[in-house]
């Protein structure tokens, strides 16, 4: 082997492959968005309020955008500021476009636009006023749109012009993918609106009138699984930033289904086990907003071959975004693997004679139920006393805790400036002969000087070089 691919690269070089959804959406129901009707200067006629210490809702007549009145919401310290509407037909389960003009003073300070019951973004507004979106959904009858502060501090927020549109859900779908079975893997690059939603509705039982379903999906601050069983949502979500044209991957395998950032595992593997989902090989891109961009291919693949859960241990050099590991993962066997990462940059095997970052990597491992553990430590040990006797009985816990696992070690790749190498490696040697495990000796898989970045980290050709060597030795 003496190259890798990222399969989602591959026929994707010279062409334009941005494409969008831009959902139907209905007319406003929000009743008063425009902020008119009062019976006081600080209570709102269609609007409750949730105030908490010194804030206050203000009837404001001067700062406005049109009619008679904004809102305006001082905010003191950390005290709470939040006002909800009423909108009609804001059914549980229903998907709505929230747009509100507004802005703050001072400039920068945080608004959150959303409901009572659906997580929503912090967005920093402007000086002047400007459109701020959100697209909420109503999780139950009670449900209302909401108005709220982001940020502690004391400063002043203010509204005008606000309206909630139904979104008819199958419009949010695209571009049909069927599988031979419910098990699969899709993947796409994104970018995303913060505030709206765009990924993947999968094991859907119709494109028409969906009822059975699983969403996939990022929002600019969480990556969320949701399921919908005969119209009724459950929701699984993670604090996961977005940067533009990260690729989200969605792995299914019987009733698992596990998100990926660039490779990377996002929160935990989820049990989805209805079969009215589970079951169906309907797959679509998702998107709430038209602003939302798929920015490659949608590729999609069932799950044929053998499938291996690879976990990795180690320090920056596995933890980079395309290290070797990503290579390896992307080419073995059936290409349909799960990949696992639990390197921490800069982490050692033992450091102030007893504490050891291998050791809260082998604890973060104890439910991969891994096929392959890969280590690679000891570029970043100066203490080597213990090493053998800390190494060895880290192998031995992961042993325990991933017993069908088939464990190997790499050495201390070769660096510019060599240091302890050789004593790190004669000891990492020793620890996995102690323990039973294999051990790699990485001599000459790498030369620093036209394989890394510094002498240290390896560069693209480095990390394809170290894949290369690991892909060659593994069964």
């Known amino acids: ?52 210490g010194a804030s206050t809702l203000n009837q404001e007549s001067v700062d406005k955008v049109s009619g008679n009145y904004a809102a305006r919401i001082d905010i003191d310290q950390t005290s709470m500021g939040q006002i909800y509407g009423a909108a009609t037909g804001f059914n549980a389960g229903i998907w709505g476009l929230f747009t509100v003009k507004s802005h703050s003073t001072p400039t920068g300070q945080n608004v959150i636009i959303g409901s009572s019951g659906f997580t929503s973004y912090p967005t920093p507004l402007l000086d002047a006023y400007s ?51 419910g098990d699969f ?14 990924g993947f509705c999968v094991n859907l039982d119709s494109a028409v009138n969906p009822q059975n379903f699983v969403l996939v999906y990022v929002d600019g601050t969480n990556a969320r699984i949701d399921t919908c069983l005969a119209g009724v949502y459950t929701s699984y979500s993670v604090a996961q930033a977005w940067t533009d044209n990260d690729e989200l991957k969605v792995v299914k395998t ?33 998107s709430t907003f038209g602003g939302n961009v798929f920015s490659s291919p949608f590729l999609s693949s069932s799950l044929t071959g053998d499938i291996k859960r690879f976990s990795f241990i180690g320090d920056s050099i596995t933890a980079a975004v395309q290290s070797f590991a990503v290579g390896v993962v992307s080419v073995y066997g059936s290409k349909n693997n799960i990949f696992i990462n639990h390197a921490v940059s800069g982490a050692v095997i033992v450091h102030d004679g007893t504490h050891t970052d291998l050791e809260d990597e082998v604890l973060a491992s104890v439910s991969d139920n891994a096929d392959f553990s890969i280590i690679e430590l000891g570029t970043n040990e100066t203490d080597v006393s213990n090493t053998r006797s800390v190494y060895s009985a880290q192998i031995n816990a992961l042993k325990v ?18 240091g302890n190498r050789d004593l790190i490696n004669a000891q990492l040697a020793l620890a996995c002969s102690d323990s039973e495990v294999v051990y790699w000796d990485t001599e000459g898989w790498i030369n620093p000087a036209t394989d890394t970045i510094d002498g240290l980290h390896p560069n693209s050709n480095g990390h394809l070089k170290i894949a290369t060597q690991v892909l060659a030795r593994l069964p």
Request: net charge positive; proline share 4%.
């Open 401 to 418: 805790s991933n017993p069908s696992a088939s464990i190997h070690c790499m050495g201390v790749l070769n660096k510019t400036t060599p």
């Open 185 to 198: 893997i899709i993947k796409q690059n994104l970018r995303v609106v913060p505030g709206t939603q765009i």
């Open 131 to 181: 459109a701020v979106v959100s697209v909420i959904r109503s999780t139950n009858v009670a449900d209302k749109p909401s108005l709220k502060r982001g940020s502690n501090g004391t400063y002043s927020l203010f509204f005008d012009d606000a309206t909630l549109q139904f979104i008819t859900f199958p419009s949010c779908l695209k571009t049909q993918r069927r599988t031979p079975t």
């Open 254 to 286: 019987g009733i698992s289904y596990t998100m990926y950032r660039n490779g990377t595992v996002i929160g935990v593997t989820q049990t989805i086990s209805q079969a009215n989902i589970n079951n169906n090989t309907l797959h679509m891109q998702f």
């Open 1 to 52: 082997m003496s190259t890798y691919k990222r399969l989602d690269r591959i026929g994707a070089m010279g062409k334009n492959w941005a494409s969008s959804i831009t959902p139907i959406i209905g007319n406003n129901v929000l009743t008063d968005g425009g902020f008119e009707n009062w019976d006081d200067s600080h209570t709102l006629t269609n609007w409750t309020k949730n105030f908490a």
